[in-house]
């Protein structure tokens, strides 16, 4: 049995392909372009901005020693790095 080959099916599939991967590339930048240049502001868990050190409503700026200065509840649990 011999396969024949229709070449302009063929190459019809093989050019959209070849268009859907331009396409899709071109949205994927797009879409990272956007995601990259857009304003994020961050706050606290209360929707308020962090105070001049970083810190959140309740937390204090603590020097750790090795471990560089966080922001401890005041109440105690984990600390954590300073918000920038």
Known sequence: MKFKCNWKIFLMCLMW????????YGIAVYAANRASSAD???????????????????????????????CCPTDGGDCFPPIK
């Open 17 to 24: 392909f070849v268009i859907g991967a331009i396409v899709g």
């Open 40 to 70: 994020f502001i961050i706050t606290c868990d209360d929707g308020a901005a962090p105070d001049e050190n970083g810190c959140c409503t309740g937390e204090v700026y603590t020097d750790m020693g090795v471990f560089g200065f966080n």
